[in-house]
């Protein structure tokens, strides 16, 4: 078995069911005897378990290559230093938009149709979504790039698979078009500052000419510095239809903010991993791409690297006039990951806003981490927290997390300590409850990397049947406060 059980549990609970590897995860003994490239890779440890080294490029790739021909049938390959992406966990993202395009949220695909036609903004050299797509759900795609490199790669991946290789039209995104904000920016293209592509090639786009009038700025500073090249408008084709969009975008504003997590090599160049104003900026311009195109799309998707910036697009979804926002969270070892998905066309079903139901998962992000405290100085302080006012609290470091029971009487301590309420969090109960009215309550607290000083905590109710309303969030958001008391003095 390639992991641990109780990682390997987490995952599979928020992997999603149709994938492939939600019950089976790799195995990794099973394929170095099928494919000797990738038995020099793999070796064993301690315990008797089959590993690879995943700090190892060559090793990553190498599982990537065997992945996707092993259980896919594909032929695929990327030169050295490429963004290598796991099959897993790209495979999730294709599964919640089948449930999106099966969902009645809005009709259904058009009629004229009955294969569901994708659009991969940014598709890289790897071509994973167009790939994975077409060859498990028979879709049809255009996957866009606009590097020189991802092109030449993502037709090779293309035609090295024949019999899908009819489906996918690999695109090339014209950088002398440069990308505009708006429709009133969009009558002139680069009036309000545009991007050389030599500046972009070389990871520093950028924006130059006048700043665009206040009324087309985007709010809360989101959205300012893309200067690069169009996304959607000027690259989808006057009357193209398409029943969605996906992208995996480039998450960071620097390559020094990107880092380098010490313990995967998953390559990715200054190219495909930054770009300017980082994921908020490139998702935005999605946004107002969409607001322009409208229906010629079922749905938008994205996926979004940090939870701060997910909130921030939700608003300015609702505030563009989106019918629909919707999301969901991806998980990959310590990685988390959001996709956001939105549409113009009118919904078919009421949609109760989320703050109605009743939560059993709350989050906050933590930022502002010194350089010595680790994430799991964190967990050793949600452990201690819960200690403290006399609750059973067990760390579980191999699975980063923390199982907590409270007893009723516990639970009411809390509640009457209780001096704030109200912030991010939808609290439904501000009020000290009745001991009787009170059960036990088991919970569990989880830690999750974002960027080098910053964490997202989790916390999950684990009963189904919930004891009071609102007491969770009360607790878990006391919590917050503590933690954030010690973690990020001086962040609000
Ligand atoms: C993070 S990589 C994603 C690659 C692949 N889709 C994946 O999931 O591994 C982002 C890709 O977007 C491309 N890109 C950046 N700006 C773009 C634009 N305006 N239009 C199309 N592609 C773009 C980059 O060249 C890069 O290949």
């Known amino acids: 078995m390639a992991m641990g059980s109780k990682k390997r549990k987490r995952e599979r609970a928020t992997t999603h069911p149709r994938n492939k590897y939600s019950d089976n995860p790799p195995d990794f003994s099973l394929l170095a005897s099928k494919y000797s490239t990738f038995a020099p890779y793999v070796f064993y440890s301690g315990d008797g378990r089959p590993r690879i080294d995943w700090t190892d490029f060559n090793a990553t790739r190498e ?14 390959w990327i030169p050295d230093g490429q963004l290598c992406p796991t099959v897993p966990n790209r495979s999730n993202y294709i599964h919640w938009i089948e449930d999106l395009l099966s969902s009645d949220i809005i009709p259904k695909v058009q009629a004229d149709r009955n294969t569901a036609k994708g659009f991969d903004i940014g598709t890289g050299t790897n071509c994973i979504y167009p790939l994975l797509g ?17 092109l030449e790669w993502a037709e090779k991946n293309v035609k090295s698979n024949p019999h899908i290789s009819e489906l996918i039209e690999v695109r090339r995104v014209n950088m002398e078009n440069p990308a505009s904000s708006s429709e009133e920016l969009n009558d002139e293209p ?30 809360s500073g989101i959205g300012k510095g ?28 620097t390559i020094e903010e990107a880092g380098l997590n010490p313990k995967t090599s998953c390559g990715g160049t200054v190219q495909e991993m930054v770009c300017p104003g980082g994921e908020s900026a490139f998702i935005t311009r999605i946004i107002e791409d969409s607001v322009q195109l409208r229906q010629s799309f079922r749905w938008y998707t994205s996926m979004v690297g940090r939870k701060a910036n997910l909130k921030v697009l939700i608003s300015k979804l609702w505030e563009v006039g989106a019918t ?6 991806f998980v990959q070892g310590q990685t988390c990951r959001w996709g956001l998905a939105w549409s113009f066309l009118p919904a078919s079903k009421k949609i109760l806003p989320p703050h109605v139901a009743e939560k059993n998962n709350m989050s906050f992000m933590l930022e502002g981490l010194q350089r010595h405290q680790s994430a799991f100085d964190v967990l050793q302080s949600v452990e201690s927290y819960f200690c403290n006012i006399g609750a059973s609290s067990k760390l579980d470091s191999a699975s980063f997390k923390v199982d907590v029971t409270l007893s ?6 809390i509640l009457k300590t209780q001096t704030q309420i109200g912030t991010d969090q939808d609290i439904l109960i501000s009020a000290n409850c009745p001991s009787d009215q009170l059960n036990d309550m088991h919970l569990c607290v989880s830690v999750f990397q974002q960027i080098p000083g910053t964490l997202l905590v989790k916390g999950l109710l684990l009963q189904k049947e919930i004891p009071v309303p609102g007491v969770f969030s009360v607790i878990f958001q006391q919590l917050q406060e503590d933690l954030k008391s010690k973690f990020s003095k001086g962040i609000r």
């Open 190 to 219: 680069g009036k309000y500052g545009q991007c050389t592509d030599a500046d972009f090639n070389n990871g520093k786009a950028v924006v130059i000419g006048p700043s665009p009038p206040a009324h087309l700025q985007m709010p």
């Open 134 to 150: 077409a060859s498990l759900l028979g879709w049809k795609f255009v996957g866009s790039d606009f590097t020189d490199v991802a």
């Open 226 to 253: 893309y200067g690069g090249p169009p996304i959607l408008v000027g690259v989808v084709k006057d009357g193209e239809k398409f029943d969605f969009c996906m992208c995996n975008p480039p998450f960071f504003e």
């Open 324 to 329: 629909i926002v919707k999301t969901t969270e």
């Open 63 to 76: 599982l990537t290559r065997v992945l996707l021909h092993h259980d896919h049938g594909l032929n695929w």
């Open 408 to 413: 009723a009487e516990q639970c009411n301590t």
